[in-house]
């Protein structure tokens, strides 16, 4: 059954994150935040460890470790850099995609690419007018002949746009809800491009930007999915992996925010205060209580109940957590030390907030929860798709 378990595996596999995150991301985190451009380099260490393919099966050279320990992966780059997360997780989301949705083919050409970290993939779906409604999207796709479609649009937020090398696109090629299409492209594939990096709010030196398709010619072999499976891809990508990868960030960015605090109320002068006192105690609960409700949430996932709800509420919970605890960890500092813009606090405030928008604001989080609470119900999509797995093994 669910719960939230600690077992020496993967706390083994935390340490290994853990000794990445510091000799490999730590030394280039100030230069990220004060270069604010896309870390290639980075994303290319990112892929090679491999942690893309958490939760791919071995059949596919994957890791196959499953969601629980996809989400100690995430949390422990969290911990140390927003932005490596992000890059992580951004990648897993649309692998998550081809897993489900994928051919035989497509499978064996693209998941053991990605699990050697050869291939790093995008999801595209956001756009300039679109964001949390999907169905609102422009992009088109059309079918051209026999073995070709033609893609147009502009695509925008994507994570990963810069340094991915294959993108996960959902265009429209028919109007209604059941006229979205996924398709495959190659970022080298003519008529893909990417217009200049634009750095935002924060997670300096991930790529979330624009991607321009121009009479971009895609062979039918690279359709994920028949015509009109594009919002069920788009749904099931970003509840069964986006949800718990922006929760499992935010955890991570709260652990970290906390671990500050600890540091700097190791100063007699604040402790007596009893407004620090109270702050501390709130830091702490929300990040017990995020804890318990996303490893709890995966856990489900993990082990193949349906958990829909439970994956977005963490996220929405978590989230909200990552966001007060951010702020309150600045005020905990002080301004000596807090508002300075190379203190970890201020860049951990402002990457907590970025992480409110992908897989859906939290207005979004709580308007899809009342649709579950009032019984506007589907099979949830963790049941219709989820493998379900006992405890995965991690290797040594
Ligand atoms: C760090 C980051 C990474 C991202 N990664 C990707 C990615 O990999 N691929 C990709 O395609 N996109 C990505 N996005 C885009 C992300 O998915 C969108 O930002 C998100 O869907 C919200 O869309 P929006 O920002 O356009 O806001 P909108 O959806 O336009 O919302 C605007 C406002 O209206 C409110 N609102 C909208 N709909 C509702 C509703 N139904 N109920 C209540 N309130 C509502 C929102 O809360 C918000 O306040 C990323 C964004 C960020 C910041």
Known sequence: MAGYRITESYEDLRKQVRAFAAEIVRPLVPI??????????????????GWTSA???????????????????LEELARENGAAAAIAQAGIIPTGALVHFGTDEQKNTWLPAIAAGDCLPAIDVTEPGTGGDVLAMRSRGERVDERTYVLNGRKVCVGNSHVATLHLVVVRTAEGSGGLTAFLVEADRPGISCPAHVPFLGLNGFSCGEVALTDCRVPVANRVGEEGDGLLVAHAASILYGRPNLAALSLGLQQAAWEGVAERVKDERLRVHQTIQQRIGDIHRRLITSRVVLYDAVNRLDNGLACDEELIAAKLEVVKAAETTTREALNVHGAREGLFVDHPAERRFRDAHCIEFPAGTSDFQRYRLSLEALGRRNRPLSERFATPRQRAEVPA
């Open 55 to 73: 939760t791919v099966d071995p059949e596919y050279e994957g890791l196959g470790l499953g969601h629980y320990a996809k989400t100690v992966i």
């Open 32 to 49: 990220m935040e004060r270069d604010r451009e896309v870390r290639h380099d980075l994303a290319k260490a990112i892929a090679r460890q």
